[in-house]
């Protein structure tokens, strides 16, 4: 059974960091997603890793700021930088298969999400 809980969000000033994590079980093999959801807007595709950890692909909106990475049983997602249009749910997810994708429909399963706020 595929579980995948999500941790470390909180309120942060503009300007700061935050580092997500996501337990998941079930994940070998598979490429694993960071998206989000501000309110009154739909969910965006954040940040991607493949199965390896070896291949890595951002939302422009992110890139420089975002890290995505994978040690064993979590992935993570470093945030600097952060600005308060960053402020939404964090939803970590696994993908149908080994390769990177940016499109919700190739992701099969999905964490129950963790607020991020960042003050201005």
């Known amino acids: 059974q595929v579980q995948l809980v999500e941790s470390g969000g909180g309120l942060v000033q503009a300007g700061g960091s935050l580092r997500l994590s996501c337990a998941a079980s079930?994940?070998?093999?598979?490429?694993m997603g960071w998206f989000r959801q501000a309110p009154g807007k739909e969910q965006e595709f954040v940040a991607v890793i493949n199965w390896s950890g070896g291949s890595t692909y951002y939302a422009d909106s992110v890139k420089g700021r975002f890290t995505i990475s994978r040690d064993k049983g979590t992935v993570y997602l470093r945030m600097n930088s952060l600005k308060p249009e960053d402020t939404a749910v964090y939803y970590c997810?696994?993908?149908?298969?080994?390769?990177?994708?940016?499109?919700?429909?190739?992701?099969?399963?999905w964490g129950q999400g963790t607020q991020v706020t960042v003050s201005s």
């Open positions: 079930g994940h070998n093999g598979y490429a």
């Open positions: 997810a696994r993908a149908n298969g080994p390769n990177s994708t940016t499109r919700r429909p190739d992701y099969e399963y």
